[in-house]
């Protein structure tokens, strides 16, 4: 079934690996990311020849999700041109490395509003469409980071895509009864196919950051990069990533995981993630909720013999 798709983020890496392999699936894709006349434009450019080499409906949109009404003109556009939406994947984020004392303020404020607070300007764009129209998926690209293993060096994204992934499981149950399906897909560490760490941003203060840099952590952050990479085996694929997304989109409705992890390195999310989602499904039966745990699907009208 062709569904019409918002990703944001989809300028590089599971983004726009995730919106080539859907639309090559026979979506039509939006793959939104900012400044598409300036620093994007290549990326623009690229995702344009794709659709043409592959003659799939794979289209870029402006959005910056910082900015709330750069999202409301983007979500419009889509809106109007296909008069629905069914399916956003909140995708875009943005990764640090470095201390975490380090790091100032401003900067764990930055990342938690790329993070966390663009889902919520996207999701204020998107949900008045979605429970008018009593159907739609919600895809979050959460992090093993939430629960599993926590390598030193990583503390704002980790913090971050925490908050993020709390925020998706209180809408799951707040937007079953709209038709509203929820998936999580949990990737792992991809210390290679991605830019993530490579486009990684460092602290500001850099005097605290070279303390950090002598006596014991004098080799700190070398260690847990090597060991990162270590973790994940040599033929750990970043399109298995983008091919669960496929997968989960094309599943009836209904039929969706709540999470699918994607972790090649095996960090002990998804035994964490287990436990936690057994507890809260549990906790919502017993003060009466349990209907929360699966999307309500809108029911056919019902057809009346002719008299």
């Known amino acids: 079934m062709k569904r019409i798709i ?42 344009e020849a794709y659709a043409r080499e592959h003659e799939v409906d794979l289209r870029t949109i402006e959005l910056d999700i910082a900015s709330q009404s750069s999202v409301d003109a983007a979500v419009e556009q889509i809106v109007g041109d296909h008069d629905t939406l069914d399916v956003v994947i909140h995708n875009a ?20 509003d790329t993070n966390v607070l663009g889902t919520q300007r996207v999701n204020r764009a998107v949900l008045p469409r979605l429970r008018a129209q009593r159907h739609g998926v919600m895809l979050w690209v959460s992090s093993t980071s939430t629960r599993g293993g926590t390598p030193p060096y990583l503390a704002p994204y980790f913090a971050a895509k925490a908050a993020m992934d709390s925020l998706a499981v209180s809408y799951a149950s707040e937007l079953a009864r709209w038709g509203i399906e929820t998936s999580i897909i949990v990737p792992g560490a991809f210390t290679t196919g991605t830019n993530h760490f490579a486009h990684a941003g460092m602290p500001d203060d850099k005097d605290r950051s070279a303390e950090y840099a002598t006596g014991p952590t004098a ?11 270590a973790a994940a085996p040599a033929d750990a694929d970043v399109e298995a990533v983008a091919d669960a997304i496929v997968e989960i ?15 090649p390195a095996d960090d002990g999310c998804e035994t964490v993630n287990t436990v936690a989602d057994h507890i809260r499904a549990e906790f919502l039966r017993r003060i009466g909720l349990g209907d929360l745990l699966t999307v309500h699907l809108q029911l056919p009208e019902p057809q009346h013999a002719p008299v």
Do not use: C, W
């Open 6 to 47: 918002l990703i944001t983020g989809a300028s590089s890496g599971f983004g726009a690996l995730a919106a080539r392999a859907l639309a090559r699936a026979g979506h039509t894709v939006y793959a939104s990311m900012r400044d598409t006349t300036g620093r994007n434009a290549p990326q623009v450019a690229n995702a």
């Open 219 to 229: 080799t700190l952050g070398d260690e847990a990069m090597k060991g990162l990479a």
């Open 93 to 112: 984020g943005h990764m640090v490395y470095g201390p975490a004392e380090a790091f100032t303020p401003e900067q764990y404020a930055d990342l938690y």
């Open 249 to 263: 989109v094309a599943m009836p409705d209904g039929t969706r995981p709540f999470r699918r992890h994607v972790d």
